[in-house]
């Protein structure tokens, strides 16, 4: 069974950046497509990026592009998102999140999200 669990969430001031990572068991990595989504308190849960098995297709939510970048290490079973310039906004608890590429089906595989905070 797949499992996915984050880490690199904390407090950051904005401008600044943080890495977040993704640690992928369960499964064949590069058979997977990988997403980030993130949920603020009372709000519904957002995508923010995407990247595909191979690593050659990326999409991004249009507030994160040209500042996010996602990024996949298939000999570590490891996905990431490069957060730079984050801003207050982007303070949310962040999700892995996989879906079976042979299948062609929505994101149904979740980890259990790591805290990030953005001050000023």
């Known amino acids: 069974q797949v499992q996915l669990v984050e880490s690199g969430g904390g407090l950051v001031q904005a401008g600044n950046s943080l890495r977040l990572s993704c640690a992928f068991s369960?499964?064949?990595?590069?058979?997977?497509?990988m997403g980030w989504f993130r949920q603020a308190p009372g709000k519904e849960r957002e995508f923010v990026a995407r990247?595909?098995?191979?690593?050659?297709?990326?999409y991004y939510l249009d507030s994160v592009k040209g500042r996010f970048t996602i990024s996949r290490d298939n000999a570590k079973n490891t996905v990431y998102l490069q957060m730079n310039s984050v801003k207050p906004e982007d303070t949310a608890v962040y999700y892995c999140?996989?879906?079976?590429?042979?299948?062609?089906?929505?994101?149904?595989?979740w980890g259990q999200g790591t805290q990030v905070t953005v001050s000023s």
């Open positions: 999140a996989a879906s079976y590429a042979p299948y062609n089906r929505p994101f149904n595989h």
């Open positions: 369960g499964g064949t990595f590069s058979s997977y497509h």
């Open positions: 990247i595909a098995g191979s690593g050659g297709s990326t």
